[in-house]
C-alpha cells in the first residue's frame, strides 16, 4: 500500500540521551513545496532532528506527522517516501558508483533499474567515472553520489544534513538547482546548514535551532546571517 502526505507537521517535539536534553519542545509545520533550513551551531539539535524526521530515532515526547500518519505509525510504506542524506554518506567504498547506486534502486523495488542508475550518474557527473570504485573518489564526488542515491526513490521528504560538504562552486551551485526544481515539484526539503549565504537562495523559511529549542527569527529585509545572529544573541 503505497502512502503520500503533502504536509509535515511537528508537535512539541523533546529528545534526551539520558539526562541530556537535545531538544525541547520543538513545534513547527512545511508542506509541498517548502525548502526549511534548519540552522544553529553544532550541538543545537539538527541532526538529532533529521534522524526524528526521517523515522531512525524516537522523539521522547512530542508527535511528528506525515499528513494524516504519524512517525509512531511508520511503516516501509511510509519510509519508501523519505529521502535521507546524512553525515554518513552511506556508500560502500569497495563498489563502483555504478554498483552502489544499483544496489540502493534494488533495495528501494525501482523497475528500470538501469535507466535509473544511469541518469543518477550523468546528474552526478560521473558518468565517465561509474566502473571506478567509490574509495578513489575525492570528498566531493562521493558527496554528489551520495546526494543521487538520496534521490533514486523519488522521495517525497528530502532530509538532509550538510548537503553542501566538500562540493566546489559549481557543484553546490547545481545542488541548488535541483533542490529548486525538486520543490517546484511538490517535495518537501528539510536541510541543516552551517551554509547561510547557500541556504539563503534556496531555502523558504528558516528554523533556528539554540541549544535543542526553537529560536525567534524575525522577518525583515535583513539577510539571512543577520537574522541568524540577531537569533542567537537574544536571550530566551
Known amino acids: 500500500m503505497s502512502v503520500d502526505f503533502d504536509r509535515l507537521a511537528l508537535s512539541d517535539i523533546s529528545r534526551r540521551f539520558e539526562r541530556r536534553r537535545a531538544l525541547s519542545h520543538v513545534s513547527f509545520s512545511c508542506q509541498s513545496g517548502d525548502v526549511v533550513g534548519l540552522l544553529g551551531h553544532n550541538g543545537a539539535g539538527k541532526s538529532t532532528l533529521l534522524a526524528i524526521l526521517a523515522t531512525l530515532l524516537r522523539p521522547s515526547s512530542g508527535e511528528v506527522r506525515y499528513g494524516v500518519t504519524s512517525a509512531a505509525e511508520a511503516t516501509p510504506a511510509l519510509r519508501a517516501r523519505l529521502g535521507l542524506l546524512g553525515h554518513e554518506i552511506q556508500l560502500y567504498p569497495e563498489l ?12 528501494y523495488g525501482l523497475a528500470d533499474v538501469r535507466g535509473t542508475v544511469d541518469a543518477a550518474l550523468d546528474r552526478a557527473g560521473l558518468a565517465d567515472r561509474g566502473g571506478d570504485p567509490v574509495s ?13 542515491r538520496t534521490l533514486l526513490h523519488d522521495p517525497r521528504l528530502l532530509l538532509l544534513d550538510e548537503p553542501f560538504t566538500g562540493l566546489d562552486q559549481g557543484a553546490a551551485a547545481g545542488v541548488l538547482g535541483r533542490l529548486e526544481l525538486l520543490a517546484r515539484g511538490g517535495r518537501i526539503i528539510v536541510l541543516a546548514t552551517h551554509d547561510l549565504d547557500l541556504a539563503s537562495r534556496v531555502i523558504t523559511r528558516a528554523v533556528i535551532l539554540r541549544d535543542g529549542r526553537v529560536a525567534a527569527i524575525h522577518d525583515g529585509r535583513e539577510s539571512l546571517r543577520e537574522r541568524y545572529l540577531d537569533a542567537h544573541a537574544e536571550r530566551r
Do not use: H, I, K
Open 96 to 107: 563502483t558508483a555504478r554498483e552502489n547506486l544499483r544496489f540502493f534502486a534494488r533495495l
Open 136 to 148: 578513489s573518489f575525492s570528498r566531493g564526488m562521493r558527496q554528489r553520489l551520495a546526494f543521487e
